[in-house]
């Protein structure tokens, strides 16, 4: 064999190593891709109704001036008992008084009932985290594909956000008692 | 001989299966066995473990399948044996700090999976403990029942198959009747269990389930959707098991605890993919395995949101 066509053949031993490798890491990449649920599909399940006749609240409030002192509501909306962090806040901290059927930030930014999972993240971040994640809450559908997310105030109302109690199913039966 | 006697015989002959020739033989042995009626037919004494079997013949025992369910509960039944999902390894988290013992999966897992009604059978054990002994399996209650929960003071630890890495159920079946599937999945597959329950014995969760008496589910309660290997109707005899809704998993929907539980205390997922809900939990949280001392390596976890 001469040293030219020694070179030839080396030179083509190496081409198809080479594309045999990247050859296989693209399979792996797609194998990786396919698995991956990145992409999937996140739908939002609608949001629960507000309780009846309570929203637009611009009806009643356009015509009424806002009153920025803290008081017990005794009008109007006296069955909300807050009980959520009561001592430091009240309506006006979530509720926008300039843009009566808003929510606000901290910050004066204004969000829509549909967002309201950013005004719960201010304070409750790597809850909020976790949401976004899917850790937190609950999802259904597929684990590979369209999921259904619930939003915070699915499971939480916001006035009084502590799970509620719930009457278990019954327990299984003893096991002396197995007919 | 009469046709009278000829019926006999046939009878007689189609009771002796693949079961009873291996229970005789192994009560000689000395062994104490269940001595359990079998209805399985003379084909299924001759055949091969479903595993061995080719396309056509697996075929035509899924299609005697889903006739004989059909005829028995009345409505249209689908026996499914779909493979596993290629770059698929499934695990599973239940997050303790949100469970409130409810007990929802329990009923929604006897619905789905076509668990015996009576005598009653739960795949879900979940177990109320005291927040002072911390898990503390040894103390813990199942049969809690107050007028709500979560109680003071307690929490729930909701027990089922822990999908072992490194199973002890399958090592020891005499007849390998229960393996592990690529995708991680500990199945059953109930024609070939012979109910010796050595199974039972060695799983350290207490997850395996015998049927003692012939299952009985109401028939506007069965669900026809199933999976050869899963929730299609068992028989007096077998041992049974969750398989993360095989049926329902292995084309890519959540299993039915996931989808029941009120407060999202479950989490499901594919732990090769790193983006999952499952490898965020493992990545992120305090995770435990149950009985990490034995080394069974289960692929449900137990975390702690909070
Ligand atoms: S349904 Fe959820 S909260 Fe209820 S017992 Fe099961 S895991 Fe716990």
Known sequence: ?179 | MTTNDKHNKTDKFKKFTRKNFLETAASAAGFMLTGCKFDSSLEELFRQKFRTLSEAEKKEIIDRLEKKYSKKYGKKFKVSRKEPIEGTLFGYALDLSRCIGCRRCVYACVKENNQSRKPQIHWIQVLQMEDEKGTDLFHSDVHYNPPKVPEEGHFYMPVACQQCRNPQCTTVCPVKATWQEPDGIVVVDYNWCIGCRNCMAACPYGARHFNWGEPHIPQDEINPNTHYLGNRPRMKGVVEKCTFCIQRVRIGKYPSCVEICPVGARKFGNLLDPESEIRYILKNKRVFVLKEELNTQPKFYYFFGI
């Open chain 1, 1 to 179: 064999m001469t040293k030219k066509s020694k070179f030839i053949y080396l030179t083509i031993i190496i081409f198809f190593t080479a594309a045999a490798i990247a050859g296989l890491k693209h399979k792996r990449k797609k194998i990786l891709r396919k698995r991956s649920s990145k992409k999937s599909i996140e739908i939002p399940v609608k949001a629960p109704p507000f309780s009846e006749g309570i929203y637009p609240c611009s009806e009643c409030h356009d015509d009424l001036e806002v009153n920025y002192k803290r008081r017990k509501l005794v009008d109007e909306h006296d069955n909300i008992v807050l009980k959520h962090d009561e001592k430091n806040r009240w309506c006006l901290d979530c509720h926008s008084a300039a843009k009566r059927n808003w929510l606000h930030l901290a910050g004066g930014k204004l969000v829509s009932f549909k967002e309201s999972y950013k005004l719960c993240g201010q304070c409750h971040g790597p809850k909020l985290r976790d949401w976004k994640r899917g850790v937190h809450g609950k999802r259904t559908g597929y684990w590979n594909g369209k999921k259904k997310y619930l939003l915070c105030v699915h499971c939480h109302n916001p006035h009084d956000p502590k799970f509620k109690p719930l009457k278990p199913l019954p327990p299984p039966v003893r096991q002396e008692n197995i007919k």
